[in-house]
């Protein structure tokens, strides 16, 4: 048994990583040249080609089956002012039409409303193309006239009127898919900012065509007049009814203000205001009555302390005929009193007399006095008497005066009321003085500029576009078709992709032998009947890869191994030895899984019952169980379950008898027999068969080698398309050469340039 060394393995493994990851690299699934675009057309050349044509025979059918459709058209042209006598505002008489009144003019020739007249008008309901059924519509009729006509008997007068109904019904749904039908029929269009619009209209037959076009056109005209005129007559009618409705509420307004005024008894003239006057009176007479109230009070307070003080101090400021004579005759008196007084001294009859004469003056004095105080005291009290007066008769003026201010307002709202609706009148008059719109003739929004010339070819269908693009669309959605199966698809396909996989390189491609092989002819006959057949020279070239695996030490014991079965392992195992063979070399081959179509199988030899297990415990010699083939004896094939033995003997034993020993193991989807028995051998070899084994199934199985460290030499891909490869190969060569040519002359540009900027 050949060990590896760690670091000999460590080496290896790095120098084959290198290798592949230079050489070789994986493609990303999204990343898709032009290369791969060409490869994955030949791939799927097949599927390509007849999605194909079967999609533009599909639209050759198509396109002479379907029904033939002719387009008329014809031109209407607006004027460059649209004319608006209906409209209020002076500015909107008159506008100039821009881009947003055209297209909305092109949108109302679409409008239901407007194709409703058009059918209405032109009876479209009784053209098949519009109304698929206008005879059910009219067998409607003649079932229902004489239900409608028997008025004897009340279930059939019952039975016509529900006849009426469905009919009225039906023949609104009859419209209703007419007017659908010939929005689908009718397009209107304009170029640039032109003021022409052109009408077209889709239609079975070419004069019909033309006529509706013709049709359509000028019902726009008369339908766009008419909408003028019913706007300007609904116009006249509104302002007619807002000038009589107004008149009347002037008139009443008037007559709810005259008689407010007449009710609150208010003036339209300020100066005829009693009220307002006689407030004004009765504020100045408050006043003064307040300052005479003020200074009554004032001298009463002002006597009433001097009379707290002295008499004789209110006496001298009190003034009065009485108080006068009184204070002269008391001088007059005191005077006496003094020269009596002189003369006889104070007890003298005389000068008693004139002291009573004094006191009795003095108290007509203080009487006097408090007469006078009483007087102001009244006098005060009569004032504050007539100042609360006044005060009651202005609050009463004021409450009056407030009421009447209220109803002023009340008069002013009326009177703002009735400006407001004669201003209103007055603008309505003046609108119907300068708007008549039954002596003024309305402008047509648009004229004819062009009429419906009848087609002689069909707009629909059109073979010579139908066709080619039938055929472009059905191979995009077949080169769609192909790259989504590519993409779904997860087999490997090419060597670089099992080699990025395995991370082994590719020792040989075999090609698929059975694409040449004649009726009932072997691969091996053909192999050795055509030495120089591909299948013989991969052979060839699988031996020569053998030999060089590890110069000064040849592996001798080599294993096959595949992730499934059906990638074709046996037959490489076989051809290997059959080249061996015939080189002149000993080699056996060791099939561990006997079954129908395994190499014994293949070969045509009878399964014995002797087994490597009986070698191993001696009883049976080795030459016992190695079977030649019947057909070719240079093939000898030992057909054995390996049991549980000692491995390393048998090897060893078959390494001295034989210079190759190929193992032709188990795939993995049916046992890991390859996994335990590696060790063993000197040299792992994995078949890959191209775009049958899948990229999971693959790793899975290196995975299960790389779990006892299996000697995995490199890959052999079967089933290979050399000629693809080669072609590739050769279509990257050439993208590569027409880079660098463009790289070199781009280079030579830049550098004329650069000696051009250098010598200016």
């Known amino acids: 048994m050949l060990v590896f060394d760690r670091e000999f393995e460590a080496r290896e493994q790095l120098r084959q990583g290198v290798e592949t990851s230079v050489a070789v690299a994986a493609r990303e699934p999204s990343a898709y040249t032009l290369a791969d675009l060409l490869e994955i057309f030949l791939r799927y050349a097949k599927l390509i080609i007849g999605i194909a044509v079967c999609g533009t025979l599909l639209s050759v059918v ?158 726009y005209v008369v339908w766009t007049s008419r909408l003028k005129e019913r706007a300007a007559k609904n116009t006249l009618s509104y302002l007619r009814v807002q000038a009589v409705t107004l008149a009347d509420s002037i008139a009443k307004k008037e007559r709810e203000m005259a008689e407010f005024t007449t009710r609150s008894d208010l003036t339209f003239d300020p100066r005829d205001d009693v009220v307002r006057a006689r407030m004004e009176q009765l504020n100045e007479q408050f006043t003064l009555a307040r300052v005479d109230e003020a200074g009554a009070w004032a001298k009463f307070n002002e006597a009433q302390q001097l009379l707290a003080t002295s008499v004789d101090s209110v006496g001298r400021v009190l003034t009065s005929d009485l108080l006068s004579t009184l204070r002269t005759e008391e001088g007059r008196l005191l005077r006496t009193r003094a020269q009596l007084t002189a003369k006889f001294g104070r007890n003298h009859p005389l000068v008693m007399d004139a002291d009573a004469e004094i006191a009795s003056n003095r108290r007509l004095i203080d009487e006097e006095v408090r007469r006078i105080v009483q007087e102001f005291e009244n006098d005060a009290k009569v004032a504050s008497v007539r100042v609360k007066k006044f005060q009651q008769e202005v609050g009463r003026l004021q409450k009056e005066m407030q009421d009447r201010n209220l109803n002023e307002i009340r008069r002013r709202e ?25 002596q003024e003739e309305v402008k047509a929004t648009a004229r004819m500029a062009s009429f419906a010339e009848v087609p002689s070819e069909p707009s629909f269908p059109q073979p010579e576009l139908i066709i080619p693009v039938g055929a472009i669309a059905s191979l995009l959605v077949a080169v769609m078709v192909a790259i989504a199966s590519d993409a779904l698809d997860k087999s490997v396909r090419t060597a670089s992709a099992a080699e990025a996989i395995v991370k082994r390189p590719n020792l040989v491609s075999v090609p698929n032998v059975q694409s040449v092989l004649m009726p009932g002819e072997s691969p091996y006959y053909h192999m050795l009947a055509n030495p120089h057949a591909a299948f013989a020279r991969a052979m060839r070239s699988l031996c020569l890869a053998w030999r060089a695996l590890e110069p000064g030490a040849e592996p001798k014991v080599l294993m096959l191994t595949s992730a499934s079965a059906g990638e074709g392992k046996t037959t490489c195992a076989l051809g290997m030895a059959a080249m061996a063979t015939t080189s002149g070399l000993r080699s056996v081959i060791l099939d561990i899984d ?165 010598k200016s």
């Open 62 to 219: 198509a396109t002479y089956s379907l029904t033939k459709t002719y387009t008329a058209s014809s031109t209407l042209v607006f004027d460059r002012n649209d004319t608006r006598p209906y409209e209020s505002v002076l500015e909107l008489q008159n506008l100039e039409r821009d881009k947003s009144a055209m297209d909305t003019e092109m949108d109302m020739v679409e409008s239901r409303e407007f194709l409703g007249f058009v059918v209405d008008d032109l009876r479209l309901l009784e053209d098949p193309y519009f109304n698929p059924r206008p005879a059910a519509q009219s067998e409607g009729v003649s079932s229902w006239l004489p239900a409608w006509l028997s008025f004897g008997d009340a279930d059939e007068s019952a039975r016509g009127r529900q006849d009426l109904r469905e009919r009225i019904a039906a023949s609104g749904a009859q419209r209703d898919r007419a007017i659908t039908r010939l929005i689908g029929s009718v397009s209107a269009a304009r170029r640039g900012d032109s003021l022409a619009m052109t009408i077209s209209v889709q239609h079975a037959l070419p004069a019909r065509a033309a006529e509706i076009a013709n049709g359509v056109a000028s019902d």
């Open 414 to 438: 009326l009177e703002r009321d009735l400006l407001a609706e004669q201003k209103r009148y007055d603008e309505v008059v003046l609108r119907l003085g300068s708007f008549d719109p039954e």
């Open 594 to 758: 006997p079954k129908p179509d395994g190499a014994a199988g293949v070969l045509g030899i009878a399964n014995r019952s002797l087994s490597l297990g009986m070698v191993a415990e001696g009883t049976v010699d080795l030459d016992a169980v190695i079977a030649v083939a019947p057909e070719y004896p240079f093939l000898r094939v030992i057909s054995s379950r390996m049991g549980l033995h000692d491995h390393g003997r048998l090897f060893d034993e078959l390494r001295r008898r034989f210079d190759l020993i190929i193992v032709d193991a188990p795939s993995f989807d049916r046992d890991d027999d390859a996994v335990w028995l590696c060790t063993h051998v000197d040299a792992v070899l994995v078949v890959v068969a191209a775009e049958r084994t899948q990229e999971q199934d693959l790793k899975e199985a290196v995975e299960r080698l790389g779990i006892n460290r299996a000697p995995v030499a490199g890959i052999l891909v079967n089933f290979s398309a050399v000629r693809r490869e080669g072609w590739r190969r050769g279509v990257s060569n050439l993208l590569r050469s027409l880079k660098s040519t463009l790289n070199r002359k781009l280079g030579g540009v830049k550098a004329a340039r650069l000696r051009a900027w250098r």
